[in-house]
């Protein structure tokens, strides 16, 4: 089993930055590709980032490309997001995803584990 834990959610105004931690339980982080999704009010829940478990390939939805990075530690066994030039449309739960060994797929069905989210809310 693998458990996930966010944080870094918050509130800040539109143009600022945050940073989303996830930690993962386990030692086997280096296996994982993680995830990160968001779920607005009244939406499905959505791919935002991902990064491979072998090279770190990344990919993004193309709405943040340019504004949000994904990177991953694996000696701290954490991923973030980092979050930059945020508009109101990105305020949502953000959730962290991990499947072992697969592609860094945008597919919420490919994800096996996932954390409880973390809200971020961008004021306009």
């Known amino acids: 089993q693998v458990q996930l834990v966010e944080s870094g959610g918050g509130l800040v105004q539109a143009g600022g930055s945050l940073r989303l931690s996830c930690a993962t339980s386990?030692?086997?982080?280096?296996?994982?590709?993680m995830g990160w999704f968001r779920q607005a009010p009244g939406k499905e829940r959505e791919f935002v980032a991902a990064?491979?478990?072998?090279?770190?390939?990344?990919n993004y939805v193309d709405s943040v490309k340019g504004r949000f990075t994904i990177s991953r530690d694996n000696a701290k066994n954490t991923v973030y997001l980092q979050m930059n030039s945020l508009k109101p449309e990105d305020k949502a739960v953000y959730y962290c995803?991990?499947?072992?060994?697969?592609?860094?797929?945008?597919?919420?069905?490919?994800?096996?584990?996932w954390g409880q989210g973390t809200q971020v809310t961008v004021a306009s």
């Open positions: 995803a991990a499947r072992y060994y697969g592609s860094n797929s945008d597919q919420l069905r490919d994800y096996e584990y």
């Open positions: 386990g030692r086997t982080f280096s296996s994982l590709t």
């Open positions: 990064t491979r478990w072998s090279f770190g390939s990344t």
